[in-house]
């Protein structure tokens, strides 16, 4: 009987390790794949040179494949244009669909793989409805669900999250015990592609004839109280690092890089009870015109807050939150959910009272 393939997208960390142990152990025929997505300097990554002692200490075939072109035109470039536009990205919900899954799954299918798997605290399932959904991890603090609400159905049909059942903690004792190299390996908490976290800095490599310069700092009725860095350094309901002395704590509550103005107000100016997103994915729940009521979340650490959706003439979708939410930003993700499964989600475009 032919074992069935599986393509393991292998980090070098210790998540995605454990997932290539754990489908070794059920039976299936792993084969392990690093994507390269940033080199800037030409050097092999770290993570390549742990996922290769990962691959050979599993006895698996281990390929590296490379994406780096890809990645630049579909995340960087993405990244960058939405900086400039005044928006705060979410690279990694985009890598997900567009590289990790969009380019494993055809390469997967090109080696007669069934399946590709990754190391997300999340599961799939299946719904009374027949659609995929993915659904929250048996691990709350781990859950990773946010970013993968843009998988398509097709996607999920060929995915396998072997780590959704585990908790961080025995993810790693389970490394320990099968002497992985990776297991005593701290997790990477920044953009892969930004290690230092200096967003700006990174922004103004990248395309330093774009960039704006410095700027006003107003506030909400156009009073100019300052002077900023640059846009593409702030982001909705950030209060650290603004520079300027009011004598009690205030928040960006909106960017205008149209006028290279950043808007300075007040605790209650940066919550908001309604948005309007596009780029919907529907996952869980199939496409309506009813309204439906559920939870969202409109960032990775929002607990979620109960909610009304109501879809556009246009396509787009109508959030009503029954009670105000902070700093909900253009850019970001929101992020849909029935319980622990994820109905759907889409890219935040505007926000309002």
């Not at 059920?26 to 040179?49: A, C, F, H, K, R």
Request: aromatic letters at 8%; glycine letters at 10%.
């Amino acid at each position: 009987m032919m074992r069935e393939k599986v393509v393991v997208g292998l980090s070098g960390g210790v998540d995605s390790s454990v997932a290539a142990f754990l489908l070794k152990q059920q039976g299936y025929d792993v084969i392990g794949v690093t994507m390269l997505m940033w080199t800037p300097d030409g050097t092999e990554p770290q993570s390549v040179t742990d996922a290769r002692k990962v691959a050979e200490h599993l006895d698996i075939p281990y390929y590296v494949l490379d994406f780096t072109k890809q990645f630049k035109k579909e995340v960087v470039d993405y990244f960058v244009g939405e900086y400039l536009a005044g928006r705060t990205p979410n690279p990694c919900n985009v890598c997900n669909r567009r590289i990790k899954w969009e380019a494993l799954i055809a390469w997967a299918g090109e080696q007669g793989a069934q399946y590709i798997a990754t190391g997300h605290y999340a599961r799939i399932d299946r719904l009374a409805n027949g659609r995929y959904a993915i659904c929250n991890s048996a691990t709350a603090q781990k859950d990773q669900t946010y970013a993968l609400y843009n998988l398509t159905q097709e996607q999920l049909a060929h995915t396998l999250l072997p780590i959704g059942d585990y908790s961080k903690e025995e993810i790693r004792r389970i490394a320990a015990e099968q002497k992985l190299p990776v297991a005593n390996k701290s997790d990477s908490q920044d953009i892969c592609f930004i290690p230092d976290g200096d967003y700006g800095a990174f922004l103004e490599r990248q395309v330093p004839d774009k960039i704006p310069g410095e700027g006003n700092f107003v506030l909400t009725d156009g009073t100019v109280i300052g002077r900023h860095k640059g846009v593409t350094h702030y982001t909705i309901g950030q209060r650290k690092g603004l520079g300027i002395a009011m004598g009690h704590p205030v928040f960006v509550c909106e960017i205008r890089p149209e006028t290279n103005e950043v808007v300075i107000g007040e605790n209650e100016d940066i919550f908001s009870c309604n948005l309007i997103c596009d780029e919907v994915n529907y996952m869980g729940m199939e496409e309506g015109k009813e309204q439906r009521r559920c939870m969202a979340k409109v960032r990775y650490a929002h607990k979620g807050d109960v909610c009304t959706l109501e879809k556009q003439s246009d396509g787009k979708m109508k959030v009503h939150f029954e009670k105000p939410v902070r700093a909900i930003t253009p850019g970001q993700a929101v992020v849909f959910y029935d319980g622990e499964y994820v109905l759907g989600g889409g890219i935040i475009q505007t926000a309002e009272k």
